[in-house]
């Protein structure tokens, strides 16, 4: 990787593009069922790592971590909420509904906030508060206008926001994290794969060559921007990577919006203002801290 000083915005960057515009890729793969397509994706990123590893020469890792339960048994958990996180995914763009998919991932970051005082009893701030007011009012808002809850949203918001915490405190690697989630998943993926394909009626054997080079490139797209964001976010502050971030759902509404012409009207964009008013409150109160914890110039 170059040590170049825009090496990390562009990793970081590169990474939330690609994700953004993954609604594009699933219009090409859209007559597959969405269970059959989290196991193409998994099965063939479990291929694209090894692979990678084995380029590598990455393994010693491997023995050493599967002679610890404690470290299986946390990748297991991540790797179940990843799955879970695509299905979730898949379901919401095959339906129409990228625009509230887009929504899950604006409030991710207010998700982290919680988990913080949830889970590692972090205490907000004044701004913090405010931030979570308004995106609980944006949230009620949007539900009393729809008449349901937005699960969607929440669900990818509440996954994902799980996912990033346990592999915040797991010791291994981005690759060999990957690689690990999918190695775990491979006894339920593979044979599901197999019997969808031998038995049920699969793309593999009903689709033409054209699907079926899509669903190989889901290995690489999956695979290639959890890694181009592990090497942004080693080289970024995190205030920096978290602005980056709205890149992806950035992309993902306007995709809704202007490409598949999902409905946004006033009343709808109302709930979203609050959101991301929400969220300017909690990139401000993070830039404020970055510079205070900053070193005096000498």
Not at 157 to 181: D, I, N, V, W
Not at 252 to 260: E, M, R, S
Request: hydrophobic residues 60%; charged residues 10%; aromatic residues 12%.
């Amino acid at each position: 990787m170059p040590p170049t000083p825009t090496a990390g915005p562009l990793y970081a960057a590169s990474a939330f593009v690609i994700w953004g515009l993954f609604p594009l890729y699933f219009q090409f793969v859209r007559h597959v069922p969405p269970l059959e397509l989290v196991l193409h994706r998994s099965a063939y990123s479990l291929c694209f790592v090894l692979m990678l590893l084995a380029w590598r020469g990455q393994w010693a890792w491997l023995g050493e971590t599967f002679r610890q339960p404690r470290r299986v048994a946390l990748f297991a958990l991540t790797a179940s909420l990843v799955a879970a996180n695509w299905l979730i995914y898949v379901l919401a763009v095959q339906s129409g509904q990228v625009v509230e998919a887009s929504l899950g991932y604006f409030i991710n970051p207010l998700f982290n906030v919680l988990l913080g005082v949830l889970v590692l009893r972090e205490r907000l701030r004044p701004l913090q508060w405010l931030a979570v007011a308004l995106a609980a009012a944006g949230v009620l808002w949007l539900t009393w206008q729809a008449g349901r809850l937005p699960w969607i949203a929440l669900t990818l918001a509440l996954s994902f926001s799980l996912y990033g915490l346990l592999r915040k405190t797991a010791e291994l690697g981005p690759l060999e994290g990957l690689a690990l989630e999918n190695i775990l998943l491979a006894p339920i993926v593979l044979p599901a794969l197999l019997w969808v394909t031998l038995v049920g009626g699969g793309a593999l054997t009903q689709g033409d060559p054209a699907l079926i080079a899509w669903l190989l490139l889901a290995g690489p797209l999956t695979a290639l921007p959890l890694l181009f964001f592990a090497a942004g976010a080693r080289r970024l502050k995190m205030v920096t990577l978290g602005m980056i971030q709205y890149i992806s759902p950035s992309l993902q509404l306007v995709l809704g919006i202007w490409v598949f012409h999902e409905a946004f009207d006033a009343r709808r964009l109302g709930g979203f203002m609050l959101i991301w008013s929400a969220l300017a409150l909690v990139s401000a109160d993070a830039w404020r801290s970055s510079l205070r914890q900053a070193p005096p110039a000498v």
